[in-house]
């Protein structure tokens, strides 16, 4: 649905009386209230209820990876997908009754694999009678009560998020993504949740849904002048007297932002970036909050609110559908009001169950479509090449995104003011199991490189700028001494950096010294064979989550914006492939950086 005025005014007024959804059928609170229990010299009334929690699903319906073309595997043997969720779920359901569970989620959900890329872009939910998100088809068919919005929801677009919203049964959650012009809610803040008890009136549960304030850095180009993203902390104060006031005994949070404290982009934004332990130790009123956004596992986690000194429990079920969260709460019935008497969470592990037959079979031909169509060949290669070094060792296949990238940044700057600059790229090793074979290469080849929907910018860099910013992504690496052993197991991810914020830069030489402390280990940064001025100016093709400031790498997010467009790399690389039809190392990969101690290389 495009994005209007009169859209927005409508979807403002809407969402301002919330969403309101009953755990049984739309029941009224009886009339003859419990007796109050304690004074009466009987026991007091007691109610039991779950909700269960997901995030970070990230498109995974089925326990597949789409660019290996196999069934999911990692080294702890987690399994992923919604039709594995639905299996617990289900029996969670029947265990507790099904009337006394809700189920929620905390975003990231329409982002993340092959099949929800296609039915973003390859067969779009928005074309004339489009499809329906697999996503919304499997969380209609489990019964998702709500869901709060993720960034990665923005990823492609605000029609197609809005298209996806109309398919859901089920609200869109996100109390503090604000129309830019109304500065009132884009969608429905809240959802309110009546649960039926034996002894008279209901318990009313009120979900707030919370989103990432990152949105509008990230997806600047989807959002700028359409909606504004306040921080958790200031919104979650705004709405949860406002659901006391309306009656709600408990307040659950589902948050997309981790429970840290922390922001990844530095100071590009007033808010912070993890902020859900912020908001239950500052925002009095909160039962318990599901964690999104930081892809950790948390099972249980108290926090004491300041002002209350009442614990609020948070929980992160682990991503992709790898966990699901249960918050076992205990009432009792005291001063004509229900209280939680205790709450307590848990997480269930996918990998136990099998996957759940409705939702397989549902959405059996949407996967067979995907399947073919990342196995359609676009290419060869003269050689295989993999990542499995590329954390350590300057690799062919992470030199083919940087000459991809560098090569489309030329074009697009050509006959420009910019034209006579060098064109410098950065990029990552997003995983370290991505391969090119010799012989034919496919599209879940290619886009396995870049498994992220980032798109491409051109940034102005000083050659001074560059060192600091290679400086800084060299904290990568675990400092070992000049003769030491060293084990490729232990020497990288230092400081818990992950390997998508290790960049590696072409188009210059330079060692990286891992005997120095991080800060000074870039030696011999050259361009040309000559040591690097500090005044020259270069060009970097740079993804857009690190040019807006992701992994707060110095100068990138204040450097001037010289080019950007809305294509996503992988498929950048993949009309690349396309375009050459056959890729040969030796036409681009080098040897541009190296790790060293005392100018001695370590591999």
Same mark, same amino acid.
Request: proline letters at 5%; glycine letters at 8%.
């Given at each position: 649905m495009p994005l209007n005025r009169r859209t927005f005014l409508e979807r403002s007024a809407a969402a301002g009386a919330g969403v309101a959804i009953a755990g049984s059928a739309a029941a009224p609170a009886a009339a003859d209230e419990p007796g109050q229990g304690h004074g009466h010299g009987r026991p007091p009334k007691r109610y039991s209820f779950t909700v269960m929690g997901t995030t970070d699903l990230h498109g995974n319906v089925f326990n597949w990876d789409?660019?290996?073309?196999?069934?999911?595997?990692?080294?702890?043997?987690?399994?992923?997908?919604? /039709?594995?969720?639905?299996?617990?779920?289900? *029996?969670? @359901?029947?265990?507790? +009754? $099904?009337?006394?569970?809700?189920?929620?989620?905390?975003g990231d959900t329409i982002q993340g694999t092959q099949l929800s890329y296609y039915y973003a872009k390859v067969d779009p939910i928005t074309a004339a009678s489009g499809p329906v998100h697999p996503m919304a088809q499997a969380m209609n068919a489990i019964g998702y009560d709500a869901a709060a919005l993720g960034n990665h929801e923005f990823n492609y677009g605000i029609p197609v998020l809005r298209k996806f919203?109309?398919?859901?049964?089920?609200?869109?959650?996100?109390?503090?993504?604000?129309?830019?012009?109304?500065?009132?809610? /884009?969608?429905?803040?809240?959802?309110?949740? *009546?649960? @039926?008890?034996?002894? +008279? $009136?209901?318990?009313?549960?009120?979900?707030?849904?919370?989103?990432?304030?990152?949105?509008?850095?990230w997806d600047k180009q989807n959002v700028s002048g359409k909606m504004v993203f306040p921080g958790l902390e200031e919104q979650a104060a705004k709405w949860v007297p406002k659901l006391r006031s309306m009656g709600a005994d408990v307040v659950i949070v589902s948050a997309h932002s981790g429970s840290s404290g922390t922001s990844s982009y530095g100071d590009q934004l007033p808010y912070i970036e993890n902020a859900a332990g912020l908001v239950a130790e500052q925002v009095p009123g909160i039962d318990a909050i599901l964690v999104g956004h930081a892809h950790t596992e948390i099972a249980e986690y108290f926090v004491t609110n300041k002002e209350t000194g009442r614990q609020v429990v948070l929980s992160e079920p682990l991503k992709w559908g790898q966990r699901l969260t249960l918050f076992d709460f205990d009432l009792v019935w005291e001063k004509g009001r229900w209280t939680v008497e205790k709450v307590g969470a848990?997480?269930?592990?996918?990998?136990?169950?099998?996957?759940?037959?409705?939702?397989?079979?549902?959405?059996?031909?949407?996967?067979?479509?995907?399947?073919?169509?990342?196995?359609?060949?676009?290419?060869?290669?003269?050689?295989?090449?993999?990542?499995?070094?590329?954390?350590?060792?300057?690799?062919?296949?992470?030199?083919?995104?940087?000459?991809?990238?560098?090569e489309t940044v030329k074009a697009a700057l050509a006959g420009g003011q910019w034209a006579a600059l060098p064109v410098l790229s950065q990029a990552s090793c997003f995983s370290r199991t991505a391969a090119i074979p010799a012989g034919e290469v496919t599209i879940r080849d290619a886009a396995g490189l870049y498994p992220f929907e980032n798109t491409l910018e051109?940034?102005?860099?000083?050659?001074a700028q560059l060192k600091e910013y290679l400086e800084f992504s060299a904290r990568y690496y675990v400092q070992t001494p000049a003769g030491a052993p060293v084990d490729t197991s232990k020497l990288t991810n230092a400081g818990?950096?992950?390997?998508?914020?290790?960049?590696?830069?072409?188009?210059v030489t330079y060692e990286i010294d891992i005997a120095k402390p991080a800060g000074s280990r870039i030696v011999n940064l050259s361009f040309e064979g000559r040591a690097i001025d500090p005044a020259a100016r270069?060009?970097?093709?740079?993804?857009?989550?690190?040019?807006?400031?992701?992994?707060?790498?110095p100068h990138i997010a204040r450097a001037q914006q010289l080019w950007a467009n809305s294509e996503e790399i992988r498929n950048t690389i993949i009309s690349w492939v396309q375009a050459k039809g056959t890729v040969d190392p030796a036409s681009f990969a080098s040897v541009g950086w190296k790790l060293t101690r005392d100018g001695t290389p370590v591999f």
């Amino acid at each position: 649905m495009p994005l209007n005025r009169r859209t927005f005014l409508e979807r403002s007024a809407a969402a301002g009386a919330g969403v309101a959804i009953a755990g049984s059928a739309a029941a009224p609170a009886a009339a003859d209230e419990p007796g109050q229990g304690h004074g009466h010299g009987r026991p007091p009334k007691r109610y039991s209820f779950t909700v269960m929690g997901t995030t970070d699903l990230h498109g995974n319906v089925f326990n597949w990876d789409y660019f290996t073309d196999k069934e999911f595997d990692d080294k702890a043997h987690n399994d992923v997908g919604l /039709a594995k969720i639905s299996t617990l779920v289900n *029996r969670v @359901r029947e265990e507790k +009754g $099904r009337l006394n569970t809700l189920l929620i989620d905390a975003g990231d959900t329409i982002q993340g694999t092959q099949l929800s890329y296609y039915y973003a872009k390859v067969d779009p939910i928005t074309a004339a009678s489009g499809p329906v998100h697999p996503m919304a088809q499997a969380m209609n068919a489990i019964g998702y009560d709500a869901a709060a919005l993720g960034n990665h929801e923005f990823n492609y677009g605000i029609p197609v998020l809005r298209k996806f919203e109309e398919q859901c049964d089920f609200p869109l959650l996100g109390a503090n993504a604000l129309d830019a012009k109304t500065l009132r809610p /884009a969608f429905a803040p809240y959802s309110m949740h *009546r649960l @039926r008890t034996p002894h +008279g $009136r209901d318990v009313r549960v009120a979900v707030l849904g919370l989103t990432n304030p990152g949105i509008a850095i990230w997806d600047k180009q989807n959002v700028s002048g359409k909606m504004v993203f306040p921080g958790l902390e200031e919104q979650a104060a705004k709405w949860v007297p406002k659901l006391r006031s309306m009656g709600a005994d408990v307040v659950i949070v589902s948050a997309h932002s981790g429970s840290s404290g922390t922001s990844s982009y530095g100071d590009q934004l007033p808010y912070i970036e993890n902020a859900a332990g912020l908001v239950a130790e500052q925002v009095p009123g909160i039962d318990a909050i599901l964690v999104g956004h930081a892809h950790t596992e948390i099972a249980e986690y108290f926090v004491t609110n300041k002002e209350t000194g009442r614990q609020v429990v948070l929980s992160e079920p682990l991503k992709w559908g790898q966990r699901l969260t249960l918050f076992d709460f205990d009432l009792v019935w005291e001063k004509g009001r229900w209280t939680v008497e205790k709450v307590g969470a848990q997480v269930l592990n996918s990998n136990t169950v099998a996957e759940d037959a409705k939702i397989t079979r549902l959405l059996g031909d949407e996967h067979k479509k995907v399947v073919a169509y990342v196995n359609q060949v676009i290419g060869t290669s003269t050689v295989a090449m993999s990542t499995a070094d590329a954390p350590w060792k300057d690799e062919p296949i992470i030199d083919l995104i940087n000459q991809v990238q560098a090569e489309t940044v030329k074009a697009a700057l050509a006959g420009g003011q910019w034209a006579a600059l060098p064109v410098l790229s950065q990029a990552s090793c997003f995983s370290r199991t991505a391969a090119i074979p010799a012989g034919e290469v496919t599209i879940r080849d290619a886009a396995g490189l870049y498994p992220f929907e980032n798109t491409l910018e051109a940034r102005l860099m000083t050659g001074a700028q560059l060192k600091e910013y290679l400086e800084f992504s060299a904290r990568y690496y675990v400092q070992t001494p000049a003769g030491a052993p060293v084990d490729t197991s232990k020497l990288t991810n230092a400081g818990g950096t992950p390997d998508y914020n290790y960049d590696a830069v072409s188009g210059v030489t330079y060692e990286i010294d891992i005997a120095k402390p991080a800060g000074s280990r870039i030696v011999n940064l050259s361009f040309e064979g000559r040591a690097i001025d500090p005044a020259a100016r270069f060009v970097l093709a740079v993804n857009n989550y690190r040019a807006s400031g992701g992994g707060n790498f110095p100068h990138i997010a204040r450097a001037q914006q010289l080019w950007a467009n809305s294509e996503e790399i992988r498929n950048t690389i993949i009309s690349w492939v396309q375009a050459k039809g056959t890729v040969d190392p030796a036409s681009f990969a080098s040897v541009g950086w190296k790790l060293t101690r005392d100018g001695t290389p370590v591999f």
